[in-house]
């Protein structure tokens, strides 16, 4: 069982669609961040939440943290086929050298 | 602009070698990671260090082994590589904000491992 579950694995959508991916836990996180991954490349910081019921934006894109720092979402609006990819949250502890806890990823597809 | 460097990008191995997998960062960044990734299970932590002379074990830290005597580098050994080692390799650097956390993790391109 993973500490971050993300949802949904897998998504194939149309151009101009909107979307919303989950990352939940039962553990408190002191941040969240959202990773985008390419293939054969390496994960690269899309944003980072900190405070609880924190909103912030970048471009289509609205990550939200929940109020008890235990969750998040993001929100991609009228998706493009650039915005196709891996996406990854993880959570970050103050234990551990505060090292990430990645969730499962959520591997989009945006078709033309 | 080099920032994470891992070598090598590709490897295979036989059941039962052993090899290095090198991590370098040019950031001076005090903390380094390895990483490794499985379809389905994101990444998940090896070993760690937060800094020079200092490791510890991450989530799935058997089999492999690490040290750091330098800053720069933080190489990532497989004593005895099994199937189950077959993976993608992700090496990372941060730098500590002190009671805020750490920064954003920079990632390497990865090493894709498959031992046979």
């Not at chain 2, 390799?89 to 920079?106: I, K, P, Q, V």
Request: a neutral charge; one cysteine or more.
């Amino acid at each position: 069982t993973q500490l971050l579950e993300q949802s949904p694995q897998f998504l194939s959508i149309q151009e101009g669609e909107n979307l919303t991916v989950y990352c939940n836990s039962s553990s408190v996180f002191s941040s969240l961040q959202w990773y985008r991954q390419e293939p054969g490349e390496g994960p690269v910081l899309l944003v980072t939440v900190v405070t609880g019921g924190e909103v912030k934006k970048l471009k289509r894109l609205t990550f939200q943290f929940g109020d008890a720092r235990k969750d998040s979402s993001l929100h991609i609006t009228a998706a493009q086929p650039g915005d196709t990819g891996l996406y990854l949250c993880a959570g970050e502890r103050n234990n551990a050298g505060n090292m990430l806890t990645f969730g499962g990823g959520t591997r989009l597809m945006v078709k033309p | 602009n080099a920032g994470v460097t891992q070598t090598p990008k590709f490897q295979v191995l036989k059941t039962g070698q052993s090899m290095t997998l090198q991590c370098a960062q040019d950031m001076n960044h005090e903390y380094m990671s390895w990483y490794r990734q499985d379809p389905g299970m994101g990444l998940r932590l090896i070993h760690y260090s937060v800094g020079a002379g200092i490791t510890d074990q991450g989530e799935v830290p058997n089999g492999y082994n690490v040290s750091r005597s330098t800053t720069e580098d933080f190489p990532l050994r497989l004593l005895s590589a099994a199937p189950s080692q077959t993976s993608v390799y992700f090496c990372a650097s941060s730098y500590s904000l002190g009671a805020r956390g750490n920064t954003e993790a920079f990632f390497g391109q990865g090493t894709r491992l498959t031992v046979v």
